[in-house]
T-cell receptor
Framework: AQSVTQLDSQVPVFEEAPVELRCNYSSSVSVYLFWYVQYPNQGLQLLLKYLSGSTLVESINGFEAEFNKSQTSFHLRKPSVHISDTAEYFCAVSVRGSNYKLTFGKGTLLTVNP | NAGVTQTPKFQVLKTGQSMTLQCAQDMNHEYMSWYRQDPGMGLRLIHYSVGAGITDQGEVPNGYNVSRSTTEDFPLRLLSAAPSQTSVYFC????????????FGDGTRLSIL
């Protein structure tokens, strides 16, 4: 079975600072990787995904994540955060070609302070 | 475009009561699932369905029932509510392949007294 570890439960940063949210996964088979974002009192929204090809994937709001197969990681980064990026971020994996289930990490609360 | 709609948004129950959380999607998605979200625990899968008439258990199924009579609807039933079921419940749907993202509803916040 696969598992996901998000190494930081909370990450406080100041506005315009860079941020990295760490995600490691464990799986004996190939996986697809996702980052979801949850704003307060809302459901989860897909931020970005890695399916195949280039190991660096980007979102429309400036986040990027890099798939590192040797380190089994999929860390999320943004070079300059805004107050509006305050949210909880979840890393998730699904198994290629198998069932449809997503396995989530426990989440990282990103708080951007002025 | 409604996406995934959950009702109610909030509910308070007494221990032992039963209720049904409703979930409907208008995207013709085959795959639907229910999660519960608790502080520091992430999202845990309760039950899921890969199509009408087909359901299966997830990670934490005890105390919950589901059915899938149509593609659109996937209700979650609490048989006899317990305080441990106090949580935020999310319904999600996807097109049914493991590379497809899941679309989430806004959640139902449930308190069991």
């Amino acid at each position: 079975a696969q598992s996901v570890t998000q190494l930081d439960s909370q990450v406080p940063v100041f506005e315009e600072a860079p941020v990295e949210l760490r995600c490691n996964y464990s799986s004996s088979v190939s996986v697809y990787l996702f980052w979801y974002v949850q704003y307060p009192n809302q459901g989860l929204q897909l931020l970005l995904k890695y399916l195949s090809g280039s190991t660096l994937v980007e979102s429309i709001n400036g986040f990027e994540a890099e798939f590192n197969k040797s380190q089994t990681s999929f860390h999320l980064r943004k070079p300059s955060v805004h107050i509006s990026d305050t949210a909880e971020y979840f890393c998730a994996v699904s198994v290629r070609g198998s069932n449809y289930k997503l396995t989530f990490g426990k989440g990282t609360l990103l708080t951007v302070n002025p | 475009n409604a996406g995934v709609t959950q009702t109610p948004k909030f509910q308070v129950l007494k221990t032992g009561q039963s209720m049904t959380l409703q979930c409907a999607q208008d995207m013709n998605h085959e795959y639907m699932s229910w999660y519960r979200q608790d502080p520091g625990m992430g999202l845990r899968l309760i039950h899921y369905s890969v199509g009408a008439g087909i359901t299966d258990q997830g990670e934490v199924p005890n105390g919950y029932n589901v059915s899938r009579s149509t593609t659109e609807d996937f209700p979650l039933r609490l048989l006899s509510a317990a305080p441990s079921q106090t949580s935020v419940y999310f319904c999600a749907s996807s097109a049914g392949f493991s590379n497809q993202p899941q679309h989430f509803g806004d959640g139902t916040r449930l308190s069991i007294l």
